[in-house]
């Protein structure tokens, strides 16, 4: 461990503060793994007081004004806009994707800062005059108190944004974890949130790993858990939360099928594929993994491979670049592991990206676009996600076949269907199991008015993240019915049925 290099800090109580911890990790750029910064495993006391800070600002920031909590996020959305090109260069260093994709990345964030400062018409109740004689009813959207959010490395910028504005807005407070691989371009955004006047003790940062993320599953303090991360930890952040008795929301793991129907538009859907399957080198949740061509369709596979091995594979900060590193070398040296499994059970390597060299960046974790056909649904290289460059082939006869594939695998995070059909893209969108459905669009995350969403193995919890679903996430429903009389009415006689009349 480096001693030279800045330390990543804490935010507890409106304070950027040192961790007391003797446990650090190093963060290194994936191109270079030249070592940025450190980033503590914080202690339990200093979660202790992160969440006492949160406890204690829910009092004074659950009263706030809905203008005012607004008004903060409409100055965060101009902070971070005006912070975009810093942004992310700092997310390019620590990540590895392209500049202008790391500008993505905070840009879909920045779309749920904007959302936020809508919170007015948000987060609203539902009125009913005259339930009775003289009742109304009407619901309250309250907020819950103390919320915690825990991110992985791949959108060190987005995910982030899709928790802490959402909780905040609807008055809630914060305990953010973020991912310990890549937590600098984060904390960057923490500072603009301060910085736009979101007071102290509302957002917290506390830094680490395993016993961190059961240090806030565990604290009886906090009210609700957002995760998002790979199914194994999800599924253990769930199922620990939910015992301890919080609201949880898990976002998971993906396996995403696109679908390719023989009367689909070939250049757009193979330029669409190429795209989505092999951009930020395949560590996208919602990236295509798994392509099944149907009927006459199984011709475009040279075609798709052709235009494959065309990508440029380099440091993203390099003009150009089409796919950047790998996150860490274990996380290349797990994903050759899993090529080469892929050839040892019989797939067909139609391009392999492992001899990849990138001149002026030979330490970094790259791996170059890398495509499989002849794969079937018991390799490894099918069931699990690799998270890289790599595209698993799949063929089917017909759509009900391709459905049904679709739906046998165990994840239901995104999928995509390429055709010029109305009736099979409506037959597709009708009969598959997925949260994210795109027609001719290769990666359908929604737009912040919707909420992202999942199924089966990719999500946990009812509720996802932003949108409308997250409003009724972080927020209580109290239901009031009252009665008021006038001043000089006569009280009535008692009456003991349960009939308001
Ligand atoms: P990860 O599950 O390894 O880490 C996520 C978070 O959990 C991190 O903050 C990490 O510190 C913590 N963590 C890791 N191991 C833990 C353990 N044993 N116990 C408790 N906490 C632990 O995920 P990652 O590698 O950072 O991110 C990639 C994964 O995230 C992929 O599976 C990807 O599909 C998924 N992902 C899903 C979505 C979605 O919306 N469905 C979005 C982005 C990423």
Same mark, same amino acid.
């Given at each position: 461990?480096?001693?030279?290099?800045?330390?990543?800090?804490l935010?507890i109580?409106?304070?950027?503060?040192?961790?007391?911890?003797?446990?650090?990790?190093?963060?290194?750029n994936?191109?270079?793994?030249?070592v940025?910064?450190?980033?503590?495993f914080?202690t339990?006391e200093?979660?202790e007081?992160?969440?006492?800070?949160?406890?204690e600002?829910?009092?004074?920031?659950?009263?706030?004004?809905?203008?005012?909590?607004s008004?903060?996020?409409?100055?965060?959305?101009?902070?971070?806009?005006?912070n975009?090109? %810093?942004l992310?260069?700092?997310l390019?260093?620590?990540?590895?994707?392209t500049?202008?994709?790391?500008?993505?990345?905070?840009?879909?964030?920045?779309?749920?800062?904007?959302?936020?400062?809508?919170?007015?018409?948000l987060q609203?109740?539902?009125?009913?005059?005259n $339930?009775? =004689?003289?009742?109304?009813?009407?619901?309250?959207?309250?907020?819950?108190?103390? #919320?915690?959010?825990i991110?992985?490395f791949?959108?060190?910028?987005?995910?982030?944004?899709?928790?802490?504005p959402?909780?905040i807005?609807t008055?809630?407070?914060?305990?953010?974890?973020?991912s310990?691989?890549?937590?600098?371009v984060?904390?960057?955004?923490?500072?603009?949130?301060?910085?736009a006047?979101?007071?102290? =003790?509302v957002?917290?940062?506390?830094?680490?790993?395993?016993?961190?993320v059961?240090?806030i599953?565990?604290?009886?303090?906090i009210?609700?858990?957002?995760f998002?991360?790979?199914?194994?930890?999800?599924?253990?952040?769930y199922?620990?939360?939910?015992?301890?008795?919080?609201?949880?929301?898990?976002?998971?793991?993906?396996?995403?099928?696109a679908?390719?129907?023989?009367?689909?538009?070939?250049?757009?859907?193979?330029?669409a594929?190429?795209?989505?399957?092999? =951009?930020?080198?395949?560590?996208? #949740?919602?990236a295509v993994?798994a392509l099944?061509?149907v =009927?006459?369709?199984?011709?475009?596979l040279? %075609?798709?491979?052709?235009?494959?091995?065309?990508?440029?594979?380099?440091?993203?900060?390099e003009?150009?670049?089409?796919?950047g590193?790998?996150i860490t070398?274990q996380?290349?040296?797990?994903?050759t592991?899993?090529v080469?499994?892929?050839?040892?059970e019989g797939?067909?390597?139609?391009?392999?990206?492992?001899?990849?060299s990138v001149?002026?960046?030979?330490k970094?974790s790259?791996i170059?676009p890398?495509?499989?056909?002849?794969v079937?649904p018991?390799m490894a290289i099918?069931r699990?996600?690799i998270?890289?460059?790599?595209?698993?082939?799949?063929?089917?006869?017909?759509l009900?076949?391709?459905i049904d594939?679709?739906?046998?695998?165990?994840?239901?995070?995104g999928?995509?269907?390429?055709?010029?059909?109305?009736?099979?893209?409506?037959r597709?969108?009708?009969?598959i199991?997925?949260g994210?459905?795109g027609?001719n669009?290769?990666?359908?995350?929604?737009?912040p008015?919707?909420?992202?969403t999942?199924?089966?193995?990719?999500?946990?919890g009812?509720?996802?993240?932003?949108?409308?679903?997250?409003?009724?996430?972080?927020?209580?429903?109290?239901? $009031?019915?009252?009665?008021?009389?006038? %001043?000089? %009415?006569?009280?009535?006689?008692?009456n003991t049925t349960?009939n308001?009349?």
């Open positions: 461990m480096s001693t030279q290099v800045p330390s990543v800090k935010l109580d409106g304070e950027f503060v040192e961790s007391k911890t003797s446990e650090w990790r190093d963060i290194t994936p191109a270079t793994q030249e940025l910064a450190r980033v503590p914080a339990t200093e979660l007081a992160a969440v006492s800070a949160a406890n600002a829910f009092k004074s920031w659950r009263k706030t004004p809905i203008g005012v909590r008004r903060i996020f409409l100055k965060y959305q101009q902070l971070i806009r005006e975009m090109k %810093e992310a260069a700092t390019t260093a620590e990540q590895g994707k500049l202008p994709d790391a500008e993505g990345d905070v840009f879909r964030g920045l779309e749920v800062v904007e959302h936020a400062a809508s919170v007015g018409t609203m109740g539902e009125y009913a005059n $339930v009775a =004689g003289d009742v109304d009813t009407y619901t309250l959207r309250q907020p819950i108190g103390v #919320c915690a959010g991110t992985p791949n959108f060190p910028a987005m995910i982030p944004l899709w928790m802490f959402m909780a807005a008055g809630n407070t914060f305990v953010l974890k973020p310990e691989r890549d937590p600098m984060t904390m960057r955004l923490v500072e603009l949130a301060v910085e006047g979101i007071p102290r =003790g957002l917290n940062v506390v830094h680490g790993g395993p016993d961190m059961n240090g599953c565990d604290h009886p303090d009210k609700a858990v957002s998002v991360g790979s199914t194994p930890v999800g599924t253990h952040v199922n620990r939360a939910s015992e301890a008795g919080k609201r949880v929301q898990c976002m998971m793991g993906a396996k995403n099928h679908v390719v129907m023989p009367d689909a538009n070939k250049e757009q859907t193979l330029n594929l190429v795209g989505s399957c092999f =951009g930020a080198a395949g560590q996208r #949740c919602m993994s099944v061509l =009927g006459e369709a199984r011709n475009w040279p %075609e798709l491979a052709r235009r494959a091995e065309k990508l440029n594979v380099n440091a993203g900060t003009d150009g670049t089409d796919i590193p790998l070398p996380a290349l040296e797990r994903v592991g899993l080469q499994q892929g050839v040892s797939a067909k390597l139609v391009l392999d990206g492992r001899d990849v001149r002026g960046y030979e970094g790259f170059g890398t495509l499989f056909s002849g079937t018991d099918y699990e996600e998270f890289g460059p790599v595209l698993c082939v799949l063929e089917a006869e017909t009900d076949e391709a594939l679709v739906n046998a695998n165990p994840n239901g995070n999928t995509a269907i390429f055709t010029r059909s109305g009736a099979a893209a409506h597709f969108q009708e009969h199991d997925v994210q459905v027609i669009v290769p990666i359908p995350v929604p737009v008015y919707f909420s992202f999942g199924s089966r193995g990719s999500k946990l009812d509720l996802g993240p932003y949108g409308k679903q997250v409003v009724q996430f972080y927020t209580q429903t109290k239901t $009031v019915t009252s009665r008021w009389f006038d %001043e000089d %009415e006569q009280v009535g006689s008692v349960i308001l009349r």
